[in-house]
Structure formats: C-alpha cells, structure tokens
C-alpha cells in the first residue's frame, strides 16, 4: 500500500513533442503528490506539486493532471526540449508525516 | 543549486574503513533527511531528523550512524561498509514534516 508505480521506465521525445509521465498510488491517506527533476551528478529538484483538492497544475511547460478516483496522477511536459532531457520522479506523502514514497523514476531523452 | 550542500561530492573507501559524509543547510528548515539512491529502485529513505531529534529510522543496518548536531548540519557515519552501499546518498531538508524537500547534490560512494 506504500508504493508508487511510475512508468514509463524510460522516454524518448522528439522535440516540441509531448512527454506524459504517469503514475498510480495506492494509499488513500495520501495528500501531497511532489515531481521531481535529476539531471546527471545532481540532485533531484522540485518540479511542480499538487494537493488533491484540485484536478490539475500547470506551470509553464508543465502540467500536473489528478485523477483522485483512479488514484492517479501524470506529468505532462508541453513543447519538450532537450534541456528537458533528465530523471523524473514522482512522489507522494501523507500531512503529519516525513516521509515521501517515490516512484522509481522515467528516464526522458529529447531529440534535437 | 539548492540551499544543502554535501561534502564530499565523491568516495571511494575500503570494507575496514571509516568515514563521514556532510550535508550542510541554508534554508533555515528544520527537518533533514537521508536518502539512498541506487540505479533502478525508488529512493529510499534512510533517516530523518526534526529539530535535531531522529524521528524516522527506516531499518537500515547499523554500520551508518547518523548524527544532528544542530539543525543546519547532518552527518552519516560510515563504517564496516559492503560493496552493495556503493550508491548516491543524498540528503534533503524541508520546512517541517509534509512539506516539499530540498536536495543537496548527494556523495557517490563506491565501497571496494
């Protein structure tokens, strides 16, 4: 019940394309779904987040859409570039706690 | 760059050895994490700290030892080491408990 399933494992767009990264949850307690972008020899940074008591996020390029029935949740990258080319990674966590679960990441490479 | 520097960026040490990885925040936050990251699996979390108490321990085996001393600083003692910790630890910080977490750049430990 703790776990997020994220597909696809790995990605490849070609540029100004879509790139649509899903992910599903099992635990309802769950309030607090964070995205997170890795580039290579760095950390993971926050990316855009969402709370559940709305069905969609959007900043700039990127687009956070909320299904809470399906227990779902996806990121779309609007008009990819190569400089969006990293690890992306999908958490959830609960209010009160510490701790977030995450996905195990999407490898996304945009071609030129 | 974020706020959480960690020191060293790179280790290489031997299955007798005993070192320490630093992670150092400018945030202000109050909580700080541990994190391990290995290629293909979730991130896992290792520790948590909130105002220098340790209030999560996910189990991990007792040759890391983490110490608070303050809440801006977080060490991980390593000693006695297997080859299979050879990962990315990273460490994160946040306001409080549920809110979103900041990365430092993380350590990448090879165990020999």
């Known amino acids: 019940q703790q776990q997020v399933k994220q597909s696809p494992q790995s990605l490849i767009v070609q540029k100004g394309g879509i790139s649509i990264i899903n992910c599903a949850y099992e635990n309802t307690a769950f309030d607090y779904f964070p995205w997170y972008q890795q580039f290579p020899g760095k950390g993971p940074a926050l990316l855009i987040a969402?709370?559940?008591?709305?069905s969609e996020k959007k900043e700039g390029r990127f687009t956070i859409s909320f299904n809470k029935s399906a227990k779902q949740f996806s990121l779309h990258i609007m008009d990819s570039q190569p400089g969006d080319s990293a690890t992306y990674f999908c958490?959830?966590?609960?209010?009160?706690?510490?701790?977030?679960?995450f996905g195990t990441g999407t490898r996304l490479k945009v071609l030129a | 760059e974020t706020g959480v520097t960690q020191t060293p960026r790179h280790l290489v040490m031997g299955m007798t050895n005993k070192k320490s990885l630093k992670c150092e925040q400018h945030l202000g936050h109050n909580a700080m994490y541990w994190y391990k990251q290995s290629a293909k699996k979730p991130l896992e979390l290792m520790f948590v700290?909130?105002?220098?108490?340790?209030?999560e321990n996910n189990s991990v085996p007792s040759r890391f030892s983490p110490e608070c001393p303050n809440s801006s600083h977080l060490f991980l003692h390593l000693h006695t080491l297997q080859p299979e910790d050879s990962a990315l630890y990273l460490c994160a910080s946040s306001p409080s408990g549920s809110e979103t977490q900041y990365f430092g750049p993380g350590t990448r430990l090879l165990v020999l």
């Open positions: 958490a959830a966590s609960r209010t009160g706690t510490y701790k977030y679960i």
């Open positions: 700290y909130s105002l220098e108490e340790r209030v």
């Open positions: 969402i709370r559940p008591d709305v």
